[in-house]
């Protein structure tokens, strides 16, 4: 028996050896990836966090029923239901349903069980993976990131078809997660956390359904924080560890929590004026994007979907946007929308409208605050209220700062970064260091060396090629 023969769970690293020195004609190196499965825990826990939100809303609901709470009652039950309508169709269109005949999984989905149906299928694909010998069905070509630097030449990964089965529903499950956290989990949030200022109790079922539907938020945020990433930096296999996971709940959960108190106080006191902050907000980041869209005379993304019309693709748009605003009211999406890409995302970020958009939105978040402490009523006299407006203005503060400190120590790609944040304040601080010492030389005419536009978009930096072993993903 010969003992130099590799074991089983060898193979992929041989092969990886031994293509290391011969690269394929495009340059990648051939990996045969036959690794374990990685189990669906993102979808077990939107569907844990789904049920949980829909069964404690539900005797919420039945709560306020019987106290006779009309008011309550139907606004709880209608941001219960929304989200969990779109979530059917959003699992229904992913997965083609409607093309197929499976009668038994569009039954689950009328009776808004969707989640429930798919997690357990996803549950069936993870157990029977790995028993059978399967041919894979695409190749997947990443460049290995070590460091925060390209490492070595782009390497191929064949996926079979369990694999990407479960790559499907995460995929679905992402988008509900999304959908469920600002069409459902923030309206039901804010309603709830006014209906126990208003009646100066506080229940248990309703504080339970507060802090799911805060979980809910805050992991819908991370994943758009983490899709956005994906989707930049789609030629590299990016990893996130836990330290930037932990940076990113601080940053989300501070500015998500900041946001939706300063709302519910400002609406305790000038609730009409709060509908129109709420409405301008929305409309702003809904018409955004199309704005830009007509001025650059751009034309509609084709093959979205297969069969769809110009009044179908349009419809999605709409759709999309709407999420798109919902989202950017309550935090940064982390995305610009480019409604004519076919992915429709702008991958190529800008510094300036981060910028921009934390700024201006600090500065309401302060005038709601302020607004709020000189005409409120007088159930707030045993409440140090200098305080609460004090605490406010300073969590938000140390969001942004939990965010300045993800981009600069903890994004899995920054070193892939033309700029950084760094780099911005040291120029800035340097420009107005020359602004203040030589304001005669500013106003004298144009300068014979520029400073860098450090708002730019955000270029690729070339990589260094290290000539070593590839690592399978």
Known sequence: MDNNKPAKHDITEVVAQESAANP???????????GKVHPPLSVLWTTALYCAEFICASVLSSMYHNTEDV????LTITFMLVPSVLTQLTLTFVHRDLGRDRPLVLFMHLLQMGPIIRCIEALVVYCQAGKNEEPYVTISRKIKLKHGRGFGPAFECEIGHSERKLAIHRNAFKRTAVIQAFLGSTPQLTLQLYATIQEKYVLHTRLALMIISMISIVYGALVCSVLAIQIKYDDYKVRMKPAAYMCMILWRGLEIATR????????????????????????????????????????????????????????????????????????????????????????????????????????????????????????????????????????????????LIFHQFCHPCRRLFHYNVEDCLRCYCCWKEKQSEAPEINAGGPQEHASP???NHLTDRETDIVDDIIETA
């Open 24 to 34: 394929t004609e495009n340059g990648g190196v051939m990996v045969i990836n036959h």
């Open 71 to 74: 008011v309550w009652m139907g």
């Open 260 to 403: 939706i108190t300063t709302l519910v106080l400002f609406s305790t006191t000038l609730s009409a004026w709060v509908v129109l902050v709420g409405l301008t907000n929305l409309f702003i980041f809904f018409f955004q994007p199309w704005v830009e869209f007509w001025v650059r005379k751009a034309s509609l993304p084709e093959n979205i979907e297969n069969n769809f019309s110009k009044l179908s693709t349009t419809v999605v748009l709409c759709m999309v946007t709407f999420l798109y605003a919902c989202i950017n009211i309550f935090c940064w999406s982390a995305v610009q929308l480019d409604l004519a890409d076919h992915d429709l995302v702008e991958k190529q970020p800008r510094w300036r409208r981060l910028a921009i958009y934390y700024t201006l939105r600090f500065m309401e978040n302060v005038t709601l605050v302020i607004l709020w402490y000189y005409f409120k009523s007088d159930f707030y006299e045993y409440i140090c209220t200098p305080l609460l407006v004090v605490q406010l203005i300073i969590c938000y503060g140390l969001a942004v700062i939990f965010m």
């Open 453 to 455: 536009d450090l708002i």
